[in-house]
């Protein structure tokens, strides 16, 4: 693990470097950057993980459905943040391969899939964004996480009540965004009462 850390550390480095040489950033920002960048790269490594999954599990098209809908959501809606980087890979890599062995092997009915649907647009409405220790918000950019987790939300929603074969994918990455986002919530709970 701490080789795969300082492995990261040195392309963040290398790569902020490179920012700050060819752009108009200045030195000043190169902590900003640099947190950028690595988490970048750390969300660069899942998805590529991702991929290589659905590829091993002949779901291409499926995962990538998944992917793209959950990244969407997710990027706004907020949720669970794991400690450190190796929890997070792992956890994001467990789940997403939970995910794609339920598409294949279970055929949810359309009223689970619209009552998990409906229950997801109620949590993104509610607790949206789910903030943690990494992110915190202005009021403002509250209302715009939540608009924009609204939108995007509401687009998966019409797609999958449009294109059936669609609903049946778009349900596992509804499942996936309500576990992270289910996550996120008990966390932020559990600190708000353990500082109390």
Avoid at 20 to 49: C, M, N, P, W
Avoid at 105 to 115: A, E
Wanted: aromatic fraction near 10%; proline fraction near 2%; charge should be positive.
């Amino acid at each position: 693990m701490k080789r795969t850390t300082k492995e990261i550390d040195k392309m963040t480095n290398m790569l902020t470097n490179f920012i700050i040489q060819h752009s108009d950033a200045k030195r000043e920002d190169a902590d900003i950057i640099a947190f950028g960048v690595k988490y970048g790269l750390i969300t660069l490594a899942e998805i590529l993980g991702m991929v290589v999954i659905s590829f091993l599990m002949r779901e291409f098209i499926p995962g990538a459905v998944i992917l793209i809908a959950f990244i969407s959501i997710r990027v706004y809606a907020g949720g669970y943040h794991a400690k450190t980087l190796l929890r997070c890979v792992v956890m994001s890599t467990i789940l997403f391969t939970l995910i794609i062995l339920g598409y294949k092997m279970l055929y949810l009915p359309i009223i689970v899939k619209g009552l998990i649907a409906l229950f997801l647009g109620v949590l993104i409405l509610i607790f949206s964004p789910v903030e943690n220790d990494n992110r915190r918000l202005s009021k403002n950019e509250k209302k715009v996480f939540k608009n924009r987790a609204l939108l995007f939300y509401s687009i998966s929603l019409i797609i999958f009540m449009l294109i059936k074969k669609l609903s049946n994918i778009l349900v596992w990455a509804y499942l996936m965004i309500l576990v992270v986002l289910i996550g996120g919530i008990v966390k932020e709970r559990m600190k708000m009462t353990s500082e109390r």
